[in-house]
């Protein structure tokens, strides 16, 4: 890893502002985001000039749900609330921000579920388990939680609340597990963790304690345990394909591993051909992303913003977890200087940072 500055509240203040740019660049208002070939986004992207030449600001480069979701779990968080009343809040946030939808493009498990939300009322936080809850919703909006709980004595909270929160739309392990994967890797960038060891760090520390927190609960334990390894499988597949299952590399990439080649990859890692779509692979491709890229934000979109997938998604991941590990540096000021909500995302990091330090 490139040699990294202590952490401090600008670090904070880019992982959230840059996942936001990331989401926006992405997204395209839709354009990015329901384009499933890689290289027709990277034409794209030549006729515009290239990255180093965008200015993402509205009209043409809002954020999606994504970030109104990201921003809801945070401004929950920094109420300074813990435990049940914590997830009530996170609930009343998530129904808030479910009415700043218009032109983002929200997801079918996310509307319906929150529909059913009912903060302040008993369980009014929980859902029923869903079989078909495996989407990236969970995951793409709770990297905010490894900057409230940032050190290693609080993974036992960083885990709770991903979990809880995750399924509040996601019920189901491959969904909110994803939650799981993108708190932790944001807190393991706070620690300057290596890359290369963050999965296994998911699958050995995180999870063992995820699983004890859906039996603590006593809610739909039995259906969570059956469909528990449909997760660890694909991302066990995943760090023995990079040489990664030790924790330590060196990483395995194919050659090429070109524009193209990423698309066909991305694809594989996928439950439905639709790569970063899933919790377990919107996480992933962050990572790939993280580790192919190092501290080059322009490789670091190319990889995570710029392909067929859910690019939005694997985006918001990616950069927030560069943003804590690199803050803003090398990175064009029109890429986020204008991006809506950049007052929001700032403010909340600030306060997350004042809660966590």
């Not at 995180?206 to 334990?221: H, N, Y």
Request: charged letters at 25%; aromatic letters at 10%.
């Amino acid at each position: 890893m490139d040699r990294l500055e202590a952490v401090t509240v600008e670090h904070y203040k880019a992982g959230m502002v840059l996942s936001g740019a990331g989401d926006a660049l992405g997204y395209r208002s839709g354009n990015w985001e329901f384009n499933y070939s890689g290289p027709e986004i990277h034409q794209e992207l030549k006729k515009l000039g290239g990255l180093k030449k965008i200015t993402v600001v509205l009209p043409e480069w809002p954020v999606s749900d994504d970030t109104v979701l990201h921003l809801a779990t945070a401004e929950a968080l920094i109420t300074g609330k813990t435990e049940e009343a914590l997830l009530h809040e996170v609930a009343f946030h998530y129904v808030k921000g479910m009415k700043d939808m218009k032109g983002r493009a929200p997801g079918n498990t996310t509307s319906f579920s929150v529909f059913k939300l009912r903060p302040g009322e008993e369980d009014g936080y929980r859902v029923p388990y869903n079989p078909k809850g495996a989407g990236c919703g969970g995951a793409m909006r709770s990297m905010c939680i490894g900057l409230r709980y940032p050190n290693p004595d609080q993974l036992s909270s960083l885990v709770f609340v991903a979990v809880e929160t995750g399924r509040m739309t996601h019920h189901h392990p491959i969904g909110f597990l994803g939650s799981v994967a993108s708190a932790l890797f944001a807190s393991y960038a706070i620690q300057r963790r290596p890359v290369e060891s963050w999965g296994v760090g998911l699958l050995k520390e995180a999870c063992p304690i995820a699983k004890q927190v859906i039996k603590d609960s006593g809610f739909a334990v039995e259906e969570n345990e059956k469909d528990w390894d449909s997760f660890t499988e694909k991302w066990q597949g995943y760090l023995g394909l990079r040489g990664l299952s030790n924790g330590k590399g060196p990483v395995i990439w194919p050659s090429p591993y070109g524009v193209a080649e990423r698309d066909e990859a991305y694809k594989s890692f996928s439950l439905s051909g639709w790569g970063g779509a899933c919790g377990h692979d919107a996480p992933m491709i962050a990572l790939d992303a993280l580790l192919g890229a190092g501290s080059d934000w322009e490789e670091l979109m190319n990889r995570a913003a710029f392909h067929g997938g859910d690019n939005d998604s694997t985006a918001t991941i990616a950069c927030c977890c560069w943003g804590l590990l690199y803050g803003t540096k090398g990175v064009p000021e029109r890429n986020y200087s204008k991006l809506e909500y950049r007052d929001r995302l700032e403010r909340c990091a600030e306060q997350l940072y004042a809660l966590s330090h």
